[in-house]
């Protein structure tokens, strides 16, 4: 099973070439982060830093997303200590933008109202092609995700399970385990029961 970059990469191989950002581990000051903004780039990757500011920080990034003028494919926000809030507003930024091809909000708070608005974006953009989310649980509300992914443009829908999650309901996972089929029947078979 191909890693989520590397489908990226071959689902859209002009990815690749394009202007990208990559900043890892490390705190990410409010200045620089609209210096990297100004940049444009096609990929962003802000992966497990540390936002000064965060709730600034993540405003930034949502409004970035709803100009027409950025054309972002790629964005990666894993590991980054967002809370339900900034995540809520990201996903009301996604569910405008028709740019972003790759979102990965896996290792953030994801919250039931955080659900209803991923529901929302993924009913009206259909650019989107791989989703990554991660919760420490499943909240409640997840089942409606079901008819969503059924219908859904997405070639990808990932749950990045936690240590927590997997001693919870009690299953080992492999990457090949995360595609969205999987995550359907996982979904339905912890809210049947």
Not at 31 to 57: G, H, M, W, Y
């Amino acid at each position: 099973m191909l890693g989520s970059r590397t489908l990226a990469t071959r689902l859209y191989p002009k990815i690749e070439r394009a202007p990208k950002i990559v900043i890892r581990d490390r705190p990410v000051e409010t200045d620089e982060l609209i210096a990297i903004l100004k940049q444009s780039p096609k990929i962003l990757s802000l992966i497990n830093v540390e936002l000064q500011n965060t709730s600034r920080s993540v405003r930034l990034i949502a409004n970035q997303l709803l100009f027409p003028d950025w054309e972002i494919e790629y964005l990666d926000l894993r590991h980054d200590s967002i809370f339900s809030s900034g995540i809520n507003l990201i996903l009301k930024s996604i569910k405008q933008n028709r740019t972003v091809k790759y979102l990965d909000l896996s290792m953030n708070v994801i919250t039931p109202a955080g659900i209803d608005l991923l529901i929302e974006a993924l009913e009206s953009n259909q650019v989107l092609r791989i989703v990554r989310i991660g919760m420490e649980y499943i909240p409640v509300g997840a089942e409606k995700l079901i008819p969503i992914l059924k219908k859904s443009s997405l070639k990808r829908f990932d749950i990045y399970p936690t240590a927590t999650e997997r001693k919870r309901y009690g299953y080992q996972l492999k990457r090949s385990d995360l595609a969205r089929n999987w995550v359907i029947t996982k979904i339905e078979s912890i809210f049947t029961s």
